[in-house]
T-cell receptor, first 113, second 111 residues
Framework: ETGVTQTPRHLVMGMTNKKSLKCEQH?????MYWYKQSAKKPLELMFV???????ENNSVPSRFSPECPNSSHLFLHLHTLQPEDSALYLC????????????FGNGTRLTVT | GESVGLHLPTLSVQEGDNSIINCAYS??????FIWYKQESGKGPQFIID?????DKRQGQRVTVLLNKTVKHLSLQIAATQPGDSAVYFC??????????FGAGTTVTVRA
């Protein structure tokens, strides 16, 4: 069982909807990440939070809005998405130090219709 | 652009044989590398990591080799089993927070 839990596992939304993805980590880590995984492409880093402060914002469109209320929870708020935003959205956490691995959740499969 | 990549997108291996998955990286300043395994419907799972002050590291049935001269990373899986069928990614540290991933190699184990 992963120490990083993502909900929902699957989400279908229309382009005018507003929805949120949730991530919770039970590993005591200080950093949390959002990645986007599309077919046939490498994982794309979207956002990084360290101690609840955003430290990386990888030129992500403003229709994606992250929120990190504490070191255990991370949200990705979605609004007016496009069909090309359909993908697997992965959350990960990381302990102290840059030479440590990310621990991933199982992702939310998002389909935008 | 992508700084980490894999030589082959797919690998078919006979059950019981050894598998070798290759990865090339471009940033000579990278000092930490990781291999992940991703099964269908799941997130990437950590397999093994290596720091740049090492050439080789072994785990259970897996070995990672790092050749800094040619900027090459490989993952060797001994006695490949059906449960090893998955997509394998190498990843490279960039800066304090960012981890960059290659496109992945899909490994299929033949019975």
């Amino acid at each position: 069982e992963t120490g990083v839990t993502q909900t929902p596992r699957h989400l279908v939304m229309g382009m005018t909807n507003k929805k949120s993805l949730k991530c919770e980590q039970h590993l005591g880590h200080n950093a949390m990440y959002w990645y986007k995984q599309s077919a046939k492409k490498p994982l794309e880093l979207m956002f990084v939070y360290s101690l609840e402060e955003r430290v990386e914002n990888n030129s992500v469109p403003s229709r994606f809005s992250p929120e990190c209320p504490n070191s255990s929870h991370l949200f990705l708020h979605l609004h007016t998405l496009q069909p090309e935003d359909s993908a697997l959205y992965l959350c990960a956490s990381r302990g102290t130090g840059k030479n440590s691995p990310l621990h991933f959740g199982n992702g939310t499969r998002l389909t935008v219709t | 652009g992508e700084s980490v990549g894999l030589h082959l997108p797919t690998l078919s291996v006979q059950e019981g044989d050894n598998s070798i998955i290759n990865c090339a990286y471009s940033n000579s300043a990278s000092d930490y590398f990781i291999w992940y395994k991703q099964e269908s419907g799941k997130g990437p799972q950590f397999i093994i990591d290596i720091r740049s002050n090492m050439d080789k590291r072994q785990g259970q049935r897996v070995t990672v080799l790092l050749n800094k001269t040619v900027k090459h990373l490989s993952l060797q899986i001994a006695a490949t089993q059906p449960g090893d069928s998955a997509v394998y990614f190498c990843a490279e540290n960039e800066g304090d927070y960012k981890l960059s991933f290659g496109a992945g190699t899909t490994v299929t184990v033949r019975a």
